[in-house]
């Protein structure tokens, strides 16, 4: 049986930089293997920031932000077989990739080469746009859900979707776990959720934080040490000292003197997506043969793994709920470095 859920209410920026309203969006009939989500909450991303005012380019208007979805299943297609009615769900920043390249073959569909589809602000494999999680209802192939674990509360589940495994996977990629010294730029949506992982994972987490006044909140998410950035003398001190650095800054950061705070072999693995271009002076990195990388989100298996890790240490992502009505405003205390530590969207508001 397919219903064709046409019409569904959401949250779109209309233009770009447009203040986000109330709109309906299209969401196709429940094909083969697909579920209709019954969207309970959404969280909200920095990246969903940059693209509603159209920071990265090339962005599709009226766009409905949104990846961090957590859901109810209320209908199943003929040919899924992984979900049923009534199973909680999950939808990260992709909903199709072309699964044949070596990187979807490996579960790293994130890079797919053969042309993925983002949960909005793209088009899908009909030319269609998709539309995110700031709506009521999501249609979206079974082997792009992931399942959310019972004793992880939906609305403190959604965040993991983006926030969770940009930080789990590249903790996990570059061995974050006893013994390691790692450090967290940024404590934001995903930093914070990159403090409580690298804490579970055994690892010494440092936090590097514009200031100290998140700092009590910092070490009750399990750091070890706090320290600003806007002080130089945390640069004098702290230089050497660690394995691993992930940057999580929505803006350009100074890499060089980040890079300085590794040890030899250390490695600074950038996930935040500014807007502007960074400079970086290459003696950086080859005193101390260093590795400057980047990681994006996971893929598919990596994501179940991580909502299985959160859940078995009994944690979620900090959040703050929020009415549909009051997007706006949280994108700005998000812009204001002001937000404990993310803002998620009771879709029932919407
Ligand atoms: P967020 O909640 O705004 O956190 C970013 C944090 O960076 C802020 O809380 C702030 O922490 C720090 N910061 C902001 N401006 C800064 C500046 N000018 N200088 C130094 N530090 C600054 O954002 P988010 O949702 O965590 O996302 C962070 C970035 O990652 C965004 O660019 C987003 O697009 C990107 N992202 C990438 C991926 C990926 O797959 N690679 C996935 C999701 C998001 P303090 O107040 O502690 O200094
Ligand atoms: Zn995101
Ligand atoms: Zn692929």
Same mark, same amino acid.
């Given at each position: 049986?397919?219903?064709?859920?046409?019409?569904?209410?959401?949250?779109?920026?209309? /233009?770009?930089?447009?203040?986000?309203?109330?709109?309906?969006?299209?969401?196709? /009939?429940?094909?083969?293997?697909? !579920?209709?989500?019954?969207?309970?909450?959404?969280?909200?991303?920095?990246?969903?920031?940059?693209?509603?005012?159209?920071?990265?380019?090339?962005?599709? #208007?009226?766009?409905?932000?949104?990846?961090?979805?957590?859901?109810?299943?209320?209908?199943?297609?003929?040919?899924?077989?992984?979900?049923?009615?009534?199973? $909680?769900? &999950?939808?990260?920043?992709?909903?199709?990739? =072309?699964?044949?390249?070596?990187?979807? $073959?490996? &579960?790293?569909?994130?890079? =797919?080469?053969?042309?993925?589809?983002?949960?909005?602000?793209?088009?899908?494999?009909?030319?269609?746009?998709?539309?995110?999680? #700031?709506?009521?209802?999501? *249609?979206?192939?079974?082997?792009?859900? !992931?399942?959310?674990?019972?004793?992880? @509360?939906?609305?403190?589940?959604?965040?993991?979707? =983006?926030?969770? %495994?940009?930080?789990?996977?590249?903790?996990?990629?570059?061995?974050?776990?006893? &013994?390691?010294? !790692?450090?967290?730029?940024?404590?934001?949506?995903?930093?914070?959720?990159?403090?409580?992982?690298?804490?579970?994972?055994?690892?010494?987490?440092?936090?590097? @934080?514009?200031?100290? $006044?998140?700092?009590?909140?910092?070490?009750?998410?399990?750091?070890?040490?706090?320290?600003?950035?806007?002080?130089?003398?945390?640069?004098?001190?702290?230089?050497?000292?660690?394995?691993?650095?992930?940057?999580? !800054?929505?803006?350009?950061?100074?890499?060089?003197?980040?890079?300085?705070?590794?040890?030899?072999?250390?490695?600074?693995?950038?996930?935040?997506?500014?807007?502007?271009?960074?400079?970086?002076?290459?003696?950086?990195?080859?005193?101390?043969?260093?590795?400057?990388?980047?990681?994006? %989100?996971?893929?598919?298996?990596?994501?179940?793994?991580?909502?299985?890790?959160?859940?078995?240490?009994?944690?979620?992502?900090?959040?703050?709920?929020?009415?549909?009505?009051? %997007?706006?405003?949280?994108?700005?205390?998000?812009?204001? @470095?002001? *937000? $404990?530590?993310?803002?998620?969207?009771?879709?029932?508001?919407?």
């Amino acid at each position: 049986m397919t219903t064709n859920v046409s019409s569904v209410p959401a949250y779109a920026a209309p /233009a770009a930089g447009a203040p986000l309203e109330r709109t309906t969006v299209p969401r196709r /009939a429940v094909g083969e293997h697909d !579920v209709l989500i019954d969207i309970k909450y959404a969280g909200i991303c920095h990246s969903d920031i940059h693209q509603a005012r159209d920071g990265w380019g090339k962005g599709i #208007y009226p766009m409905v932000p949104g990846h961090e979805i957590a859901g109810v299943v209320t209908e199943v297609g003929p040919g899924v077989t992984r979900f049923a009615v009534g199973d $909680r769900v &999950g939808v990260g920043c992709f909903v199709d990739s =072309c699964r044949e390249c070596e990187y979807c $073959r490996q &579960g790293l569909e994130q890079y =797919c080469t053969g042309g993925g589809t983002a949960t909005y602000n793209a088009l899908d494999k009909n030319g269609e746009p998709t539309y995110g999680g #700031y709506s009521t209802h999501i *249609v979206v192939d079974e082997n792009y859900t !992931v399942r959310i674990p019972e004793g992880l @509360s939906l609305d403190q589940a959604a965040p993991l979707l =983006c926030a969770g %495994i940009t930080l789990y996977s590249p903790l996990r990629h570059w061995n974050a776990g006893p &013994g390691k010294k !790692v450090a967290v730029v940024g404590l934001g949506g995903l930093g914070h959720m990159g403090v409580k992982i690298a804490h579970a994972l055994g690892a010494e987490v440092t936090v590097l @934080s514009q200031t100290l $006044r998140k700092k009590d909140d910092g070490l009750a998410l399990g750091a070890d040490h706090y320290y600003a950035t806007s002080d130089e003398a945390t640069f004098e001190a702290l230089a050497g000292t660690f394995d691993l650095i992930v940057s999580t !800054v929505s803006a350009p950061l100074p890499f060089d003197k980040y890079l300085g705070l590794l040890k030899t072999d250390g490695a600074l693995v950038n996930v935040g997506a500014p807007e502007e271009p960074v400079s970086l002076n290459l003696f950086s990195v080859i005193g101390g043969r260093k590795t400057l990388a980047g990681s994006m %989100i996971g893929g598919i298996r990596e994501t179940q793994e991580m909502l299985d890790f959160c859940a078995e240490h009994g944690f979620g992502a900090e959040i703050e709920l929020i009415r549909a009505d009051q %997007i706006n405003e949280a994108y700005e205390r998000v812009l204001a @470095s002001d *937000v $404990r530590y993310r803002f998620v969207i009771d879709a029932a508001t919407i």
